[in-house]
C-alpha cells in the first residue's frame, strides 16, 4: 500500500490543481461540498476496507461504520458550510479487527483549474501527539459516568485516562502495574480480570468484578476492554472502561432481599390458609394458629381465646407466660378489658403502648405481661368472625421493640383471622353432627348375647372416612329359641344417615323374620321382598349363618356379599363362598339358596364387610387372604375372638381403608 496513488478522475485538469492533496501520507479524499467523493487515495480506501472504485461518487459519510456515520458527515458539513477547518477523532474499522483511531481533518479547498470549491478530508501524523487522540473519549467516558484507562502489555501496566471523577477516586494512581490491581480484586473474580486483558476481541463484554479500595472497601465495579490501534499506523493498545455498580449492587440485593422476604410471606400466608382450611378438629384449628400466627407476622408472642359457653377458653404459644394466659382463661365475655371487647363488639384493637393499655384497662381485665415487659410492648387483638354471626373469639398477637404493624399487615390479619373463625364454626357444626351420628350409630348396633357354651363372639365397627361419622355397615348376632345363634353382616348402600336408616331397617326386618323362619335362605328371600315391595331407595349386601354350639352346624347364605372365612387352630384358614343370590332390594321374585358345614373346636368364622377386604390399592382377593391370614395366626396364638377381631380391623384401618368396616367374629371352643 502506498500513501502516494492516486485515483484517476474524469477531468484531468482537476486532477492536476489537486493531485497534490491526495498525494499527503495517509488517508486523504477530496468531496464535492454535499459529501460525494470526487477522488480518494489508496491509503484512504485501505483504511475504509473498501475497493476504491466502489468509493467514487458514493457519500463519504455512508463508507463509515455506523457507529462514526454521524460523526463524519458532520464533520464534512461544518467544513463545507463555514470554510473553516474541522477536526473530529474518528474510528476506522481497522484490517486486524481492532479500530484504527485518527484526527481527521476537514477544510475547503478551491479547484485551481475550475475554481469550484471542494472538501479536503485527511488523517494527520498524530504520532507526537497521541495523548490528543484520547480527549474525545475521555470526554465520553466522564459524560456517561465511566473511567477510562489504557494498558501496554509489553509494560505490563495500566494508565488511568480520565473520565467521571468518582471512578477516579477509586484509582488515585495514574499509572499502576497490572499485577497490583489483580491484588486488590476478589480472588474469586481475578481469573475473569485476567481473561478481560487477554480477550483477542476488538471490544469485549462488560464483566463483573469485587474490587477493593483503599477508602472505603469493596466495590462491585464492571469493566470493558476494547483494542484500539492510535493513528493510522500507530501503535495497538487495550483500553478499558469502568463503570461503578456498587450502589446499584446494594439496591438490588436490598430488592432481592426483600422481594425473597415478600415470597417468603406469601408462601407463609398460603400454608397458614390451606391449613386453616383443612383443619378437621377445634385441636388440629388451635395448633394451626399456634403454630404460625407469631412466625408469620414476625411478632413476640401470640394467644387464642375462644368462646364457649359465655368465657373464654385461653392457650396460646411458648412465648406468653402462663400467667398471662390464667389471667385471661375463664373470663366472661361481658367483664371489660380490651380482648372480651373485640369480641363483642367485633371489631380489631390495637393498643401501641404501655399508656394506652393503662387507660384502656384502669381497672384490670388487661395484659399484665406488657406492664412488666415495658413500654415499648403492643397489642394487636383480631376477632375470629363467622360470617354474619357474633365472633367465636379473637387472637392477640404481641409485639417488641415498637413495631408497628402496617396497614397491609393489618388487612392480612384479619382475612386470616376470617378464615380462622369460618374454619372453627364449620369444624363445630361437624363435630355436632358427628357427636349426633354417633349417638345415632351406638343406638342402631346391636349388643352381642351373654357367652354361650362352646361359643364365643366379638364384632367390630368403623364407619368411613367421608362424611358424617356413621355408614350403611351393619352386624347382628341373636340367640333362637331352639339355642342355635343366627348371625348376620351386611352393607346397606351408602355412608350417611340415610344408609344408617336404611340399614336399621334391614337389620330389624330380617330378625322379625328369623323369629318365625330361621333358615338364612328363607330370612334372604323375604327380606328382599319386602324391600321390593316397599320401592326402598337403597340396596344392601348380606350373609346370614345359622350355628348349632352343639355339634357346630353352620347354615349359611348370602346376598351378594363377600365370602366368610374360616380359620383354624394349626394357622391355616379357608374362604368358604356360600351360595345364595344378588343383593337385596333390587330383584323380585329372587329365591336365595344355602348350605351348610361344620365349624369344628377351636376354629372362628371371620364375618366382614368389603371395606375390610378391599382398598385403592388391594384387590378382594388379596384382602380375603390377608384377612384370613390375621385372623389364623391370631387363633395360633391362642387370642380369643375380641384379639381376632381387632387384628383384623387394625390391618384394614393401616391400608387407609376409605368405606364402613364390619368384623363379626364367632370363635368354637
Known amino acids: 500500500m502506498a500513501y502516494g496513488v492516486v485515483l484517476k478522475c474524469a477531468r484531468e ?8 492533496l491526495l498525494r499527503k501520507p495517509g488517508p486523504a479524499a ?8 470526487r477522488g480518494l487515495n489508496a491509503a484512504m480506501a485501505t483504511a475504509l476496507g473498501k475497493p476504491a472504485g466502489e468509493c467514487l461518487g458514493r457519500d463519504f459519510g455512508d463508507l463509515w461504520p455506523a457507529s462514526q456515520r454521524m460523526s463524519a458527515d458532520n464533520l464534512v458539513a461544518h467544513a463545507a458550510r463555514t470554510k473553516t477547518v474541522a477536526m473530529r477523532a474518528l474510528e476506522f474499522p481497522g484490517p486486524d479487527g481492532a479500530p484504527v483511531a485518527c484526527l481527521i481533518e476537514a477544510r475547503s479547498v478551491n479547484d485551481s483549474a475550475s475554481g469550484e470549491r471542494l472538501v479536503w478530508v485527511h488523517a494527520l501524523d498524530v504520532r507526537n501527539d497521541l495523548a490528543g487522540l484520547l480527549i474525545p473519549f475521555r470526554l465520553a467516558a466522564k459524560a456517561n459516568g465511566l473511567g477510562l484507562w489504557m494498558y501496554s502489555p509489553q509494560e505490563q501496566q495500566l494508565e ?24 486488590r480484586v476478589h480472588p474469586d473474580d481475578r481469573e475473569a480480570l485476567r481473561n478481560l486483558m487477554r480477550s483477542a476481541a476488538s471490544e469485549s463484554p462488560w464483566t463483573a468484578l469485587r474490587y477493593l479500595t483503599e477508602t472505603d472497601g469493596w466495590h462491585h465495579l464492571a469493566a470493558q476492554t476494547r483494542r484500539i490501534r492510535l493513528g493510522y499506523g500507530g501503535p495497538e493498545l487495550i483500553f478499558g472502561m469502568v463503570r461503578d455498580d456498587t450502589v446499584q449492587e446494594k439496591r438490588r440485593k436490598e430488592l432481592q432481599a426483600k422481594l425473597g422476604a415478600e415470597r417468603a410471606r406469601a408462601e407463609e400466608t398460603a400454608d397458614f390458609s390451606a391449613a386453616l382450611i383443612t383443619a378437621a378438629t377445634e385441636q388440629e384449628l388451635l395448633q394451626v394458629i399456634l403454630t404460625r400466627l407469631t412466625a408469620t407476622f414476625g411478632a413476640a408472642g401470640a394467644l387464642l381465646a375462644i368462646l364457649d359457653e359465655g368465657r373464654l377458653r ?4 411458648a412465648r406468653v407466660p402462663m400467667e398471662e394466659v390464667d389471667a385471661l382463661d375463664g373470663l366472661r365475655l361481658d367483664q371489660p378489658g380490651p380482648l372480651p371487647e373485640a369480641i363483642r363488639r367485633g371489631r380489631p384493637q390495637f393498643i401501641p403502648d404501655l399508656d394506652d393499655h393503662t387507660r384502656r384497662s384502669p381497672h384490670g381485665g388487661g395484659f399484665p405481661w406488657i406492664a412488666r415487659r415495658g413500654i415499648n410492648y403492643s397489642v394487636s387483638i383480631t376477632p375470629l368472625s363467622e360470617t354474619g354471626n357474633q365472633p367465636l373469639g379473637a387472637w392477640m398477637v404481641f409485639y417488641g421493640s415498637g413495631h408497628r404493624p402496617s396497614l397491609d399487615e393489618r388487612t392480612l390479619m384479619g382475612t386470616l383471622a376470617d378464615l380462622a373463625g369460618q374454619a372453627l364454626g364449620r369444624v363445630r357444626l361437624q363435630e355436632a353432627r358427628v357427636e349426633l351420628a354417633t349417638a345415632l350409630q351406638q343406638t342402631m348396633l346391636p349388643t352381642l348375647p351373654e357367652p354361650l357354651a362352646g361359643l364365643v363372639l366379638a364384632a367390630r365397627y368403623q364407619p368411613s372416612r367421608d362424611g358424617l361419622d356413621i355408614g350403611g355397615d351393619w352386624y347382628d348376632a341373636f340367640v333362637m329359641p331352639d339355642g342355635s345363634v343366627a348371625m348376620e353382616i351386611g352393607d346397606a348402600q351408602g355412608h350417611d344417615v340415610n344408609a344408617a336408616a336404611a340399614m336399621g331397617q334391614i337389620r330389624a326386618s ?8 330361621p333358615d338364612p335362605a328363607t330370612v334372604l328371600t323375604r327380606t328382599n321382598e319386602l324391600l321390593v315391595t316397599m320401592g326402598a331407595a337403597r340396596f344392601a349386601s348380606c350373609t346370614m349363618l345359622h350355628l348349632d354350639p352343639r355339634d357346630g352346624q353352620v347354615t349359611g347364605a348370602s346376598a351378594g356379599h363377600v365370602p366368610v372365612l374360616c380359620a383354624h387352630k394349626d394357622g391355616s384358614h379357608s374362604i368358604r363362598e356360600l351360595p345364595g343370590g344378588p343383593v337385596l332390594g333390587v330383584l323380585p321374585d329372587t329365591e336365595y339358596r344355602e348350605e351348610t358345614f361344620t365349624l369344628d373346636r377351636n376354629s372362628a368364622l371371620v364375618m366382614v364387610t368389603d371395606g375390610v377386604v378391599e382398598s385403592p390399592g388391594l384387590t378382594l382377593e388379596a384382602g380375603l387372604e390377608r384377612a384370613g391370614t390375621l385372623a389364623a395366626e391370631a387363633l395360633r396364638d391362642d387370642l380369643d375372638a375380641e384379639g381376632i377381631a381387632d387384628r383384623v380391623l387394625d390391618a384394614a384401618v393401616a391400608v387407609d381403608h376409605l368405606d364402613d368396616v364390619a368384623v363379626l367374629v364367632i370363635r368354637r371352643t
Open 13 to 20: 485538469p482537476w486532477m492536476d490543481a489537486s493531485d497534490e
Open 30 to 37: 477530496l468531496l464535492w461540498l454535499r459529501g460525494a467523493v
Open 160 to 183: 488511568w485516562i480520565g473520565g467521571a471523577p468518582a471512578l477516579a477516586a477509586i484509582f488515585p494512581e495514574v499509572t499502576v502495574a497490572l499485577s497490583r490491581v489483580i491484588s
Open 314 to 317: 385461653v392457650c396460646a404459644d
Open 510 to 517: 330380617m330378625r322379625a323374620i328369623a323369629a318365625q323362619d
